[in-house]
């Protein structure tokens, strides 16, 4: 058995490997738990759905999306969105009954990604499109662009490691890092830049050490990737100066070479100004969006493109010291989450698994043997273009998301330098030290422990309660006592405005409450020793005009605490459900919850569900 194992191909083991854990992430893994995974999910299927290009109004960005997301989604994006929120699997089989209904629409924003290129998303489109012309579920569309996508990253990564002539235990322990197959099995722009990068890499590292001509075949294959990677990122376009690495011996001649280079160059450049000036169309500040619609769209609040650009190019050695500060100030955070912090950049492994993650990769860079071996130069250009493009990331976070003048880019997370990293590592190959051992010897289990602690710590984030009491209620407005207040499902709490009850319109039972301009507050609970960190979810049904659900703070340490939910008109009843955590300490404070309407038309509100988790 152990020989049969040391006698395994490499990409052979990324296969095997990778079918395995992608089986097991994808059962620990709610739907929509990736970085932004929820307005990935509205654009790609936008782009299934027919509108290759971004919708926008005068202050909002997004698009038209079937109101059946909106059930399907509800408990997901609240675990996205809160640390401590967690699933029964009961919640992930209920998700299976939201059945696919693309006919009824409602425009979303979802600014921060209707703006990316569909080569982003093209292999979770092709699921999502097969899969919308029959009758299915929501889940059934959301994992067949989970499905799709991995397939493709699969396939792309099994010839990479097949076309690279060096170094394919390093590539293969480093393309199944956690981080790479999580943001794989989810909706991401980042999976399709990675197979781009890494498919490049590998036809250029196998032409240089190849004496064979370069044909037409592989120049277009060369143009075509470098033209998907200007559509869906074009930082990564910097990767264009590896090609030469490529000897010149290997064209017919120097005119040869260049000239293909350059007209290369010249399409890539021209596709994406074209895509960019789509970009630039429908860039919306934070400031002139619709405030109504600003809650979680994912735009910075104090990001100025124009402003930030201005000030970079007037103001020096500026963005040097930016770079410097965003590499040295905390390189935690990119070297953890290069290979593996989940969630929302928030559930991480043992940091001693991080630190002997790259003890194990720099081990297999520098002991695992190759024939051929980079020289000086080739590796100078390795390093140049990958400082360039990290330092290119950094400059389009810092114009689309940091504060003008901020002088450091807080949120480099790494899993913008999967395609970067690998540039680094091999710098290490050497023809002098060298150990005679296969490197599955360490592969392997190393790949077992990561995964292991990697599945542990996403199971027991989602799964696992971890509230130390709670609080709950629940009331249907049926009953009221003699002062006129609601009876709740907890003896020890009523609820206030029973004069509001009235028979028009229910959800259950024979009544709901009315809210109107001149009664404009209902289901009142005021409450004491609400704490920092507390999770508090709160669900009430709603028909009429636009309503809100409200939590409101009084008193020492908890002044202008004000957190509401709001919910459109609709002529029908809907489900409102509103789930946070408590930034502010108000133990000692009143805190008032309501349903409230601050419009000119009535509405109704029906069976309230309200709970209080507090956590040691």
């Not at 397939?151 to 199944?176: A, E, G, N, S």
């Not at 297999?364 to 051929?372: D, G, L, R």
């Not at 023809?431 to 051992?437: C, E």
Request: with cysteine; aromatic share 18%; charged share 15%.
């Amino acid at each position: 058995m152990l020989i049969k194992l040391f006698k395994i191909k490499p990409e052979v083991f990324f296969i095997y490997s990778a079918l395995f854990f992608a089986f097991l992430l994808n059962i620990v893994t709610p739907p929509l738990q990736a970085p932004d995974e929820l307005n990935h999910f509205y654009r790609a299927y936008q782009i299934a759905d027919g509108y290759f290009l971004p919708e926008r109004t005068v202050d909002r960005l997004g698009g038209q999306i079937p109101v059946s997301f909106e059930e399907y989604i509800e408990p997901f994006n609240n675990a996205a969105t809160n640390l401590k929120y967690t699933f029964d699997k009961k919640d992930i089989l209920k998700s299976l009954d939201v059945q696919f209904d693309g006919e009824l629409t409602e425009f979303k924003d979802f600014p921060s990604t209707a703006s990316y290129s569909p080569v982003s998303y093209f292999p979770q489109v092709i699921g999502m499109f097969l899969v919308k012309q029959f009758t299915c579920n929501v889940a059934a569309l959301y994992y067949a662009g989970r499905l799709f996508s991995f397939i493709f990253w699969l396939v792309t990564m099994f010839f990479v490691i097949r076309l690279l002539p060096i170094y394919k235990w390093l590539f293969t322990l480093i393309i199944l890092l956690p981080m790479n197959l999580y943001v794989t099995c989810a909706f991401s722009a980042d999976g399709v830049n990675n197979c781009l990068t890494f498919l490049f890499l590998a036809l250029v590292l196998k032409h240089i050490f190849s004496e064979n001509k370069i044909t037409k075949k592989d120049l277009f294959a060369f143009f075509i990737i470098l033209s998907f990677l200007a559509l869906a990122k074009f930082i990564y376009i910097i990767y264009i100066v590896l090609l030469i690495l490529i000897p010149a011996n290997n064209f017919k001649s120097n005119k040869h070479r260049f000239g293909s280079f350059l007209i290369i160059f010249s399409i890539i450049v021209f596709v994406f100004i074209g895509w960019s000036r789509v970009y630039m169309a429908n860039s919306i500040k934070i400031s002139e969006y619709n405030q109504d619609y600003i809650y979680n769209v994912g735009l910075s609040p104090c990001a100025d493109y124009v402003a930030q650009k201005e000030y970079i190019l007037t103001h020096g050695f500026y963005f040097f010291k930016v770079i410097y500060h965003s590499i040295f100030n905390h390189p935690q955070t990119f070297l953890k989450s290069y290979i593996g912090v989940f969630g929302q950049s928030d559930v991480f492994i043992p940091n001693w698994v991080y630190v002997l993650s790259y003890l194990t990769i720099l081990f297999i860079a520098i002991s695992e043997s190759n024939k051929i071996v980079l020289v000086v130069k080739q590796k100078a250009v390795l390093f140049f273009v990958a400082f360039s493009a990290f330092s290119l990331i950094l400059l389009s976070i810092h114009l689309m998301w940091d504060c003008v003048g901020e002088g450091v880019v807080d949120i480099v997370q790494g899993r913008y330098l999967i395609p970067i990293f690998p540039l680094l590592f091999i710098l290490f190959s050497n023809g002098k030290f060298r150990l005679n051992y296969h490197p599955i010897i360490f592969i392997l289990p190393f790949i077992l422990l990561i995964y292991f602690y990697s599945f542990k710590v996403i199971y027991e984030r989602f799964f696992v309660e971890s509230f130390s009491s709670k609080i709950e209620f629940y009331c249907d407005a049926e009953k009221i006592d003699e002062n006129g207040l609601l009876y709740t499902s907890n003896a020890e709490i009523k609820l206030e405005n029973g004069n509001l009850q009235t028979l028009e319109e229910h959800v259950s039972g024979n009544h709901s409450i009315q809210l109107s301009p001149s009664n404009q507050y209902g289901f009142t609970y005021k409450f004491k020793n609400l704490s920092l960190g507390d999770l508090v979810e709160i669900e009430v049904f709603k028909k009429g005009g636009p309503g809100q659900l409200v939590v409101a703070g009084k008193g020492e340490g908890c002044q202008d605490f004000f957190i509401n939910n709001k919910s459109p008109k609709s002529n029908d009843w809907r489900k409102m459900k509103f789930v946070f955590t408590m930034t502010k300490n108000c133990t000692n404070s009143d805190v008032t919850f309501f349903v409230w309407n601050p419009n000119d038309e009535k509405n109704y509100f029906d069976d309230i569900k309200f709970c209080i988790k507090k956590f040691n």
